[in-house]
C-alpha cells in the first residue's frame, strides 16, 4: 500500500501541475491580491476535486458519464470558463491594481468560490474519477476495495495540499517582478487560454 500512496501522491503532482483553468485563474488571482487569492482558488479547486473523488468511491461519478447528465454540465463549464476568460481579458485592459491587503478576505471568499466551481464544472474531472478503479488496478492492486481507494485518495490528496501552497507562493513570489506591461500580457495570455478551453469543451461536448 506504501507503493500505492507514492504513486498516488505523484499522480496528484502531475494532475494539478498540468496547466488549465485553475491554474489561469490562479495566476490571474494572484497577480491582483497576492498569496491568498491564488491559494483561495488552489483550495476551492481542491474541494471539487475531493467531491468527485468522494462521487467516484461511491460509484456515482458513473451516472455523470450519461450524455444527458454530462452534456449540460459539460456546456455549463465552458459558460464559466468564457466568463472567467471575460474577467481576464476585462482586467488585462485595466491599470494594474495597487496590492491591497485589507481586501484579501472578500477577493479569497470569491476566488474560492471560482475554484470549486471551476473544479466541479470539468468534464475532465468526471472522466478521471469515474475511472478511479481502474486507475488504481493499473497501479498494481489486483482487486482494489476501499482500503486501496482510500489509500490512493489520501496520497492524491496530500500532494494535492501541498501543490496549493506552493503554486500559491510562487505566484505571490513573481508578483513583486511584474510591472504594467508584463501585467497586461499575462493577463490576456490567461484570457486566451481560458477562451481556448472554454470552445475546446464545447467542440468536445457536441462533437
Avoid: H
Avoid at 498516488?8 to 498540468?18: E, K, R, S
Avoid at 488552489?42 to 447528465?69: K, N, R
Amino acid at each position: 500500500m506504501s507503493d500505492l500512496f507514492a504513486y498516488a501522491f505523484v499522480l496528484g503532482l502531475l494532475f494539478n501541475a498540468t496547466p488549465g483553468a485553475i491554474l489561469a485563474e490562479s495566476l490571474r488571482r494572484g497577480l491582483r491580491g497576492g498569496f491568498n487569492p491564488a491559494l483561495a482558488v488552489q483550495i476551492g479547486s481542491l474541494s471539487g476535486d475531493f467531491a468527485w473523488a468522494v462521487l467516484g468511491l461511491l460509484g456515482a461519478a458513473a451516472l455523470f458519464t450519461l450524455p444527458y447528465i454530462e452534456t449540460p454540465l459539460a456546456i455549463a463549464g465552458a459558460f464559466l470558463l468564457a466568463w472567467t476568460a471575460w474577467q481576464a481579458l476585462r482586467d488585462g485592459l485595466s491599470p494594474m491594481p495597487t496590492y491591497d491587503p485589507a481586501a484579501n478576505a472578500d477577493v479569497g471568499r470569491s476566488a474560492m468560490k471560482a475554484g470549486g466551481a471551476l473544479s466541479l464544472s470539468n468534464p475532465q474531472n468526471i472522466t478521471y474519477w469515474a475511472g478511479l478503479g481502474g486507475t488504481v488496478t493499473a497501479l498494481g492492486v489486483a482487486d482494489p476495495g476501499w482500503t486501496a481507494f482510500t489509500v490512493f485518495l489520501a496520497g492524491f490528496m496530500a500532494s494535492s495540499v501541498l501543490w496549493c501552497f506552493f503554486c500559491a507562493g510562487v505566484i505571490a513570489w513573481t508578483r513583486q517582478f511584474i510591472g504594467p506591461r508584463t501585467w497586461i500580457i499575462l493577463n490576456l495570455g490567461c484570457a486566451l487560454g481560458l477562451a481556448y478551453f472554454a470552445v475546446l469543451v464545447v467542440a468536445r461536448t457536441l462533437g
